[in-house]
């Protein structure tokens, strides 16, 4: 598929969906958290595993469909691990790539976490947030509505 990439419900929401999109607040959320890890995950990988999952579930960026993803990558990074130590750079080339794809892919490469804003109390993170693409720095029908009831109200 040619073009950029599509834009979440929260992306949308939270540029002002200036395109006045249809946004489905009904698409699915999985459940958080990965769990234990799965059988075909062991060795080195398992001890990824519990030791990254603690972190990302307290971050809250995994969630049940992120296994399989989240398992690529605890095994990777093993496999990685394995080639540092026995200094093999053929090896810690190669894994280290596919580590970092697999990063990419669940959002948490730096950059990739960079263009992720969390979506409850966003805007109290953000002090430029008044100044949106929709509203280009005029107030919003809401913060419109709200002065005037406290003029009518004074």
Not at 22 to 27: C, E, H, I, R, V
Not at 87 to 103: M, P
Request: glycine share 8%; proline share 8%.
């Amino acid at each position: 598929m040619g073009g950029r990439p599509r834009k979440s419900p929260e992306e949308h929401a939270q540029n002002g969906n200036p395109s006045k999109l249809n946004l489905d607040d009904t698409a699915p959320k999985p459940p958080p958290g990965v769990g234990d890890p799965p059988g075909w995950i062991v060795k080195r990988a398992r001890v990824v595993w519990v030791e990254w999952a603690q972190v990302l579930e307290r971050s809250k960026f995994l969630a049940e469909t992120d296994a399989a993803v989240f398992g690529m990558f605890c095994v990777s990074f093993a496999k990685y691990q394995e080639a540092v130590l026995v200094d093999d750079e053929a090896g810690i080339k190669s894994w280290r790539k596919d580590a970092e794809a697999s990063l990419r892919l669940m959002g948490l490469s730096p950059t990739e976490r960079s263009k992720v804003m969390a979506s409850q109390g966003a805007d109290d993170l953000n002090p430029y947030s008044v100044y949106s693409k929709t509203t280009r720095g005029r107030p919003t029908r809401e913060e419109e509505a709200a002065k005037k009831a406290r003029k009518d109200g004074a």
